[in-house]
C-alpha cells in the first residue's frame, strides 16, 4: 500500500501554487468566476480528481460522461494554476519532431502517440460543442525552418508525417510566403490544429458537468492520498476524508515533488499579447506559427486582432527568478517578432510567464503510481500539454471502466 504526500511544493517552500507570474491575458478578460465552497465534511465517492484545472477537467468530464460518479478538488481555485497562464496552442506536434521520437521509442510507438494527439484536436473540438465553449477556432499549423541547415530534417519530417496518414505539406523558399508573412528557408504546415481559451474552457466544462452532477470544491488542499485496502483515502488540509475507490492526480506541474522517478525538468516560458490591432489579418488564415530552433518562438492570434507571442524558455529554479526575468524576456521576444515582421503594428500590452514542464522524449506520463495501484498520474508535459490531457483523460477512464486502450502502454512512468 502507498501513500503518496501531497504537501510538497514547486519552487518555494512558504509560497505555494506559484505556477506563472505577470499578468495572464485570459484572468484579464475572462474575469474571475464565482467561488465554490471548500469540503467542510467527509465524504465517499467512486473517483477523487485531485486538481481543478484543465486536466483535471477533462478527466471528471471522461468519467461523468461515462456515469461513473467523481468530485474534484482544488486547492486554490479552478483554472488557477498553469491553465490561466497556457497560450493554448492546440497542436498535435510532440515537442520532439516524430522522426527523432521514432528513434527514442520505436517508429510504432512514435506513430501511435502522434496519432493519439492528433485525434485529441478533433475530440477537444467535439468537446467545446457540447459544453457550449465558444472560444475553440481550428487554425492551420506552420513550423519553419529557422536556419538553412534545419531544411533537410524539416523535410525529413514532412514525408514521415503524411506517410503516416497525418497529412503535412512541405515547402521551401517563396512558396512558403503563401503561409507566412515572413522570408524562410522552409516551413512545414498541416491542417489538424487549433487554438483557445484555456481558462473558459475549464470553466464551461466544469459548469456543464457540475450540471451533472460532478461535485467542485475550492480551496481544499489534498495533502495525502492512502491507498487502503479496495479504495483510497485522501485528507485535506481541512482535516476532512475523501474515501473513493480511485483517485487521479492532475495536480499540474505541482506533481513534481510527488512522482515515482523524477523524470520532469522544469522551465520557465514567457509570453505576451499585443493590444487589440486593426481588423485586419495579421497573416495569412491566421496559422499557429513556429520554429524549429530550440527554444522555439511561437505565435497565434486571439480575439480583437490581438497577436500572442511566446517562448525564450529557460531552465525553470524558483518563481522570483522567473518572474525578475519578466520584462527582459518579453521585450527580447516583440523585438524577435520585429525582426521578423518590421512593418507589423505590435505592442506588448499583457506579459506573463509560467513555469512548465519536460520529459526525455517529450512524452508526458499518464500512469498509475505502481502496478496495481488505483491512484493515477494525469501528467501532460511540454508545449502541447492541453492535448496531452484529454489523452490523459481517455485512458484513465477506460482503465477504471476495464477497458483496453491502446495508447495506454506509450505514456508509463517505466518506458
Ligand atoms: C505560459 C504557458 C504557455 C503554455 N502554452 C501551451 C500551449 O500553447 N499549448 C498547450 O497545449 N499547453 C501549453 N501550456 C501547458 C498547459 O498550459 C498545461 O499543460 C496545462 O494548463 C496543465 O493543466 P493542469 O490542469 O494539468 O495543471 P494546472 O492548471 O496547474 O492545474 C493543477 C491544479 O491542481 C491544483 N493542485 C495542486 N496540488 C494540489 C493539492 N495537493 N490539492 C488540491 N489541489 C491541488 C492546483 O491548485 C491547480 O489548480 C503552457 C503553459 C504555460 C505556463
Known amino acids: 500500500m502507498s501513500t503518496i504526500d501531497l504537501g510538497r511544493p514547486v519552487g518555494s517552500e512558504e509560497k505555494r501554487y506559484d505556477l506563472y507570474g505577470g499578468v495572464p491575458f485570459w484572468l484579464v478578460r475572462n ?8 469540503l467542510t465534511e467527509d465524504i465517499n465517492v467512486e473517483v477523487a480528481v485531485v486538481g481543478g484545472g484543465i486536466t483535471g477537467a477533462l478527466c471528471a468530464h471522461h468519467l461523468s460522461e461515462a456515469g461513473i460518479g467523481c468530485v474534484v478538488l482544488d486547492a486554490h481555485g479552478a483554472g488557477l494554476g498553469s491553465t490561466c497562464a497556457s497560450t493554448a496552442l492546440l497542436q498535435y506536434e510532440i515537442d520532439t519532431p516524430l522522426h527523432e521520437l521514432a528513434e527514442l521509442v520505436g517508429t510504432n510507438n ?45 523535410r525529413k519530417e514532412a514525408m514521415m508525417r503524411s506517410a503516416h496518414g497525418m497529412l503535412t505539406t512541405f515547402e521551401q523558399g517563396s512558396a512558403c510566403r503563401a503561409w507566412l508573412p515572413f522570408d524562410v528557408p522552409a516551413a512545414l504546415r498541416t491542417d489538424q490544429a487549433a487554438e483557445m481559451d484555456a481558462w473558459r474552457f475549464t470553466h464551461d466544462l466544469q459548469r456543464h458537468d457540475r450540471e451533472r452532477g460532478v461535485r467542485m470544491f475550492e480551496r481544499t488542499p489534498v495533502l495525502s492520498v492512502e491507498e487502503n485496502g479496495g479504495g483510497v483515502l485522501l485528507r485535506t488540509k481541512g482535516g476532512f476524508r475523501v474515501q473513493a475507490k480511485y483517485c487521479v492526480l492532475a495536480t499540474g506541474y ?7 522517478k523524477d523524470v520532469v525538468r522544469l522551465h520557465s516560458t514567457y509570453a505576451f499579447i499585443s493590444g487589440p490591432r486593426k481588423a485586419q489579418q495579421a497573416w495569412p488564415e491566421r496559422a499557429l506559427i513556429w520554429e524549429t530552433a530550440r527554444p522555439y518562438l511561437y505565435l497565434r492570434t486571439a480575439p480583437d ?31 524577435d517578432v520585429r525582426r521578423l515582421m518590421p512593418d507589423l503594428d505590435l ?54 471502466l476495464g477497458v483496453r486502450n491502446p495508447n495506454a502502454s506509450l505514456f508509463r512512468f517505466d518506458r
Not at 311 to 320: E, Q
Not at 362 to 375: H, N, T, V
Request: charged letters at 25%; aromatic letters at 8%; hydrophobic letters at 40%.
Open 347 to 400: 505592442d506588448r500590452e499583457f506579459s506573463w510567464c509560467g513555469t512548465f514542464g519536460s520529459t526525455k522524449d517529450g512524452l508526458p506520463y499518464i500512469d498509475r503510481a505502481s502496478k496495481r495501484s488505483r491512484i493515477w498520474f494525469a501528467l501532460g508535459m511540454g508545449g502541447n500539454g492541453i492535448t496531452f490531457s484529454v489523452v490523459a483523460a481517455g485512458i484513465i477512464r477506460d482503465s477504471i
Open 254 to 260: 505541482e506533481a513534481h515533488g510527488t512522482l515515482p
Open 110 to 154: 512514435a506513430v501511435r502517440s502522434y496519432r493519439a494527439c492528433w485525434d485529441a484536436i478533433d475530440e477537444l473540438q467535439a468537446i467545446a460543442k457540447r459544453v457550449g465553449h465558444r472560444g475553440l477556432e481550428r487554425r492551420p499549423s506552420v513550423q519553419y525552418a529557422s536556419r538553412h541547415r534545419h531544411v533537410g530534417d524539416l
Open 31 to 38: 474575469g474571475i468566476e464565482p467561488p465554490h465552497a471548500p
Open 305 to 335: 486582432e490581438r497577436i500572442i507571442v511566446g517562448g525564450r524558455d529557460v531552465p525553470f529554479r524558483a518563481p522570483a527568478m522567473r518572474d525578475a526575468l519578466l520584462d527582459l524576456k518579453c521585450e527580447a521576444l516583440l523585438k
